[in-house]
């Protein structure tokens, strides 16, 4: 892959398994200290993906490279959350309370239905509820 070592998706699932965002993902607690209250966003929400890639000095790596880990998690999570946010978007035009996934992409991958789940909740305020 461009990214990572990884050879095809499950390497990249297993990968991703073993990964932490938060290591690559801006959260809002890092822009803001903390929660932003005002607007009701908690601290660890991410706020921007690859944002510290993109912003830091790399402190965080080893030898100047972000482990794959790290890096598979965050473009899972990137991608999970925009099917998650698309998703919600699509049953709030229609009118749906449930949506169901399955296919090549979920594999019944615990991160990417965790995420997927997450998104959808948080952009429906609970409303809208993800099935696999």
């Known amino acids: 892959s461009l990214l990572t070592q990884a050879k095809g998706f499950d390497e990249l699932l297993e990968l991703a398994v073993k990964g932490h965002c938060k290591n690559l993902d801006m959260q809002v607690k890092d822009i803001y200290g903390g929660a932003y209250t005002s607007l009701g966003l908690p601290g660890d929400l991410i706020a921007s993906s690859f944002g510290k890639a993109a912003r830091s000095s790399k402190e ?3 030898n100047g490279n972000f ?6 998690k965050s ?8 099917i998650g946010q698309i998703a919600y978007l699509n049953a ?3 009118g749906l309370n449930k949506v169901y996934f399955g296919g090549f992409f979920m594999r019944g991958n615990p991160v990417t ?3 997927i789940s997450y998104a959808i ?3 429906s305020k ?3 509820q993800a099935l696999f």
């Open 60 to 62: 965080n790596s080893v």
């Open 67 to 72: 482990d794959e880990e790290d890096i598979a």
């Open 75 to 82: 473009l899972l999570h990137m991608i999970s959350n925009d």
């Open 92 to 94: 709030q035009l229609h």
């Open 113 to 115: 239905m965790y995420t």
């Open 121 to 123: 909740n948080y952009w």
């Open 126 to 128: 609970g409303a809208v």
